[in-house]
């Protein structure tokens, strides 16, 4: 039997330095690539079922990775909900502005991808200690009203009200004035990209029509 590669923590992928927290999330999206892609990302393995890393782990691997080669941005987004681990993205997140700081490194940004469904998931809302640590916040927004919110993204138990959740995120996010805010939505998934792009627009973000991904190149 083949083995397989040692998990990534922090993985390249164009100009991006990727972090990879968690594979835990509460949507199963219908457009998902983890599963189809068995938890592979362009020849780096994300799996975590033998445990997530610590925020040590989690910083060592990105100060190796960072004094590899140039990059010019960090980003929260690997096989999973980055806010399902708050405090250890905001310590990281924190990390690094310490190292911007200190010109550890040449200037780069900090940036989220999430399904927007942070203040739901920690009972609280997270966007004032985002904001703190945080350039650039990507949405998931993924549709234009609940309905298809949830056909699309097939919510747990627990979340199935996330949609009114996520808009909320937006709009607290806007109003947080992060360098760069965008909510996107999959094509070919069934949702209307055009009202998809009115209601983010709406919500104070910049819409983004992402790719329906399936075989990897």
Known sequence: MEQQPTPKIVYR??????????????NLCAFCIKTKWHMDFHGNNLNLSSGEPTANEVVCALE???KAA???EVVFCGYGEPTM???ILLFVAQTLKGWI??????PFKIRLNTNGLGNLINH??????????VDIVNVSL????ETVWRKIVRPVPGFEAG???VREFIRLCAAAHFDRLVASCVDKTGADAQAVKKVAEADGAVFYLRSFLDAQD
Do not use: H, M, W
């Open 163 to 165: 949609y009114e959740s």
């Open 85 to 87: 681990r708050l405090d």
């Open 70 to 72: 140039p990059f010019k």
């Open 64 to 66: 190796k990775e960072l």
């Open 101 to 106: 700081a200190q010109a550890k490194f040449p």
């Open 142 to 145: 993924n549709a234009e009203n």
């Open 124 to 133: 609280k809302n997270i966007v004032p200690e985002l904001r703190r640590v």
């Open 13 to 26: 992928f164009g100009d991006g330095v990727y972090i990879n927290l968690t594979n835990r999330c509460p």
